[in-house]
């Protein structure tokens, strides 16, 4: 049910474990918040996800060997261009490169990073083998564990437990490096108070491990991929297939009837789709209380996503490099606690931070020679509305990004050519994003690991329904571009189904 990347990395690897595997997916496309199309003549428009970062840190592309099936990834070098407008510096793939150039730019704040970086690494390197793997129990402690770094585990331990914004304070003490990094650590959605926090921030040197790419011709590039891995397996896919029950025998999972009526057996049900639409596509003496206690937030982030007649010039441009990493575009860390500020009391922010996204620099696939696209992703933007609601206030938040964004890149709004807008809603009524939270449900401890979506279902598999599966950013490690929840989720069904495993 729903091919979003998890439930087609799932597919893909249940299919090449020899079982017979049918998609059924309620869009037009397969993809879900990774998915690309043209919708300005000449330009591809990503619907979600732009950044492919966590994916290079699972074995889903080698496993499935999705290069055979036209996945093509470019690296980001630089990553990132952080700028406060005036001051811009850039995170290369090489760390020491980036120390070197933060060096001559800010005297020490180079060597903090490498201080920063030599602290941090092990930890990171731990995280990323836990989001490999089904959660369990201790994994906090088993992170702590395995992150052999420098530092006393109470000093480790103590840190980890703070806010994100806190610890980077105690590393870089020029805001105009500080503020980047704490602007890309929010990208998960807690803001910089948020006691627990600090991984987000301290998974940072996996940027250095795996790097940040983009697949060829857009983000979709990547599910593409996936479903010709899937067919070539043996597969089906069906688009414009909404399901509409989940059809249960003698409380075993059986088959799904789609919206138009049509119903399809099976061994085995898994769904993809947001914990909350599988909720609603159950008998509801099925789906236990702590399903519809989910926290699922209320949004935070929207994008203005434009077709341009020009490439961007930034007010301090260097050539290409300004334009190829994502541009972490951020004046000081007011301006994000402001707009929290405002996201809290109801309110679009006014000013709003931004990442800006112009890949048309590194694939001449994604709009005209002359041409760009370029995406603003800006935070905080609350779903629910205290004053008015979206259809009327779409218009005013589109012109504050656009606004925000003439500080770095003056004239940008003359070279529009076309244009979607994002909001909260419109990710929730087109991709099916309850509340318009791009990571399905809030990112914060709470919902982490064992506990995410909640704890009787953290292993994959629907509480009180045999033959039921669950993956997706609904279930551990969460929302983001990566398929380990997909591969993690397979694993469990193909040992279940088949008594070896795909290996
Ligand atoms: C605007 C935006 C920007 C983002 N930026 C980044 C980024 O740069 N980097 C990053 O790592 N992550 C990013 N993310 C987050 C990331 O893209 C998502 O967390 C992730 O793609 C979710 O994938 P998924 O497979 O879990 O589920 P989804 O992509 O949510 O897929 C669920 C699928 O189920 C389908 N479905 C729903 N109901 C039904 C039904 N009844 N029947 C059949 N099908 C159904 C949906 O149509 C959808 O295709 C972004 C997301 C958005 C929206």
Same mark, same amino acid.
């Given at each position: 049910m729903g091919a979003g990347h998890n439930a087609l990395v799932t597919a893909a690897y249940a299919a090449k474990a020899g079982l017979k595997v049918g998609v059924f997916e309620k869009r037009h496309v397969v993809g879900g918040a990774v998915s690309t199309e043209?919708?300005?003549?000449?330009?591809?428009?990503? !619907?979600?996800?732009?950044?492919?970062?966590?994916?290079?840190?699972?074995?889903?592309?080698?496993?499935?060997?999705?290069?055979?099936?036209?996945?093509?990834?470019?690296?980001?070098?630089?990553?990132?261009?952080a700028s406060n407008g005036e001051d811009p510096w850039f995170v290369y793939r090489?760390?020491? #490169?980036?120390i070197h150039e933060l060096n001559e730019k800010f005297p020490g704040q180079g060597d903090a990073y490498r201080r920063f970086l030599a602290d941090w690494t092990p930890f990171a390197d731990a995280v990323a083998d836990l989001f490999n793997t089904a959660p369990g129990p201790l994994d906090m402690g088993k992170m702590i564990l395995r992150s052999k770094g420098e530092m006393s585990m109470q000093d480790q331990l103590s840190r980890i437990l703070r806010p994100y914004g806190d610890v980077a304070k105690e590393y870089f003490s020029d805001e105009r490096v500080r503020a980047p990094?704490?602007?890309?650590? &929010?990208? %998960?959605? /807690?803001?910089?108070?948020? /006691?627990?926090?600090?991984?987000?921030?301290?998974?940072?040197?996996?940027?250095?491990?795996?790097?940040?790419?983009?697949?060829?011709?857009?983000?979709?590039?990547?599910?593409?991929?996936?479903?010709? &891995?899937?067919?070539?397996y043996g597969g089906e896919i069906f688009v414009n297939a909404g399901v509409r029950r989940i059809l249960l025998e003698n409380g075993r999972a059986a088959g799904i009837e789609l919206e138009d009526g049509q119903r399809y057996t099976a061994r085995?049900?898994? %769904?993809?789709?947001?914990?909350?639409?599988?909720?609603?596509?159950?008998?509801?003496?099925?789906?236990?209380?702590?399903? =519809?206690?989910?926290?699922?937030?209320?949004?935070?982030?929207?994008?203005?996503?434009?077709?341009? =007649?020009?490439?961007?010039? !930034?007010?301090?441009?260097?050539?290409?490099?300004?334009?190829?990493?994502?541009?972490?575009?951020?004046k000081n860390e007011q301006q994000l606690m402001k707009g929290y500020g405002?996201?809290?009391?109801?309110?679009?922010?006014?000013?709003?931070?931004?990442? &800006?996204?112009?890949?048309?620099?590194?694939?001449?696939?994604?709009a005209p020679p002359d041409g760009e696209v370029l995406w603003l992703w800006a935070q905080y933007y609350p779903y629910e509305l205290s004053s008015g609601d979206w259809k009327t206030r779409t218009e005013e938040a589109r012109e504050n990004i656009l606004n925000a964004f003439e500080h770095y890149a003056p004239g940008t709004r003359d070279q529009i050519v076309g244009e979607l807008v994002q909001t909260p809603l419109w990710?929730?009524?087109?991709?099916?994003?309850? #509340?318009?939270?791009?990571?399905?449900?809030?990112? %914060?401890?709470?919902?982490?690991? %064992?506990?995410?979506?909640?704890?009787?279902?953290?292993? !994959?598999?629907?509480?009180?329904v045999p033959g039921l599966y669950i993956t997706g950013a609904s279930t551990h490690p969460g929302g983001g571009i990566m398929g380990a929840s997909g591969r993690s989720a397979a694993t469990v069904l193909v040992k279940d189904l088949t008594r070896r495993g795909w290996k």
């Open positions: 043209e919708l300005v003549p000449g330009y591809q428009f990503d !619907y979600g996800g732009s950044a492919h970062i966590l994916i290079r840190m699972t074995p889903v592309v080698q496993e499935l060997e999705l290069s055979r099936y036209g996945l093509h990834y470019t690296d980001l070098d630089p990553m990132f261009h090489d760390a020491e #490169r980036t990094l704490t602007w890309m650590a &929010a990208q %998960s959605g /807690p803001p910089p108070t948020d /006691p627990l926090s600090a991984p987000f921030l301290l998974w940072h040197p996996l940027y250095h491990r795996g790097g940040v790419a983009r697949p060829k011709g857009g983000s979709g590039g990547l599910t593409k991929a996936l479903a010709r &891995a899937t067919e070539a085995a049900v898994v %769904s993809g789709a947001h914990i909350l639409t599988t909720a609603a596509a159950l008998p509801p003496e099925v789906v236990p209380e702590a399903a =519809k206690r989910v926290r699922v937030g209320n949004g935070f982030g929207m994008v203005l996503r434009l077709a341009l =007649k020009g490439k961007v010039k !930034y007010r301090n441009h260097t050539e290409p490099d300004s334009r190829i990493g994502l541009g972490l575009l951020i405002e996201f809290l009391a109801g309110e679009p922010t006014k000013d709003p931070p931004i990442i &800006a996204m112009s890949f048309s620099a590194i694939d001449d696939s994604l990710l929730e009524q087109n991709l099916g994003l309850h #509340r318009g939270n791009v990571m399905h449900l809030e990112m %914060s401890f709470d919902q982490m690991f %064992s506990f995410r979506p909640f704890m009787a279902a953290s292993q !994959y598999k629907w509480p009180g």
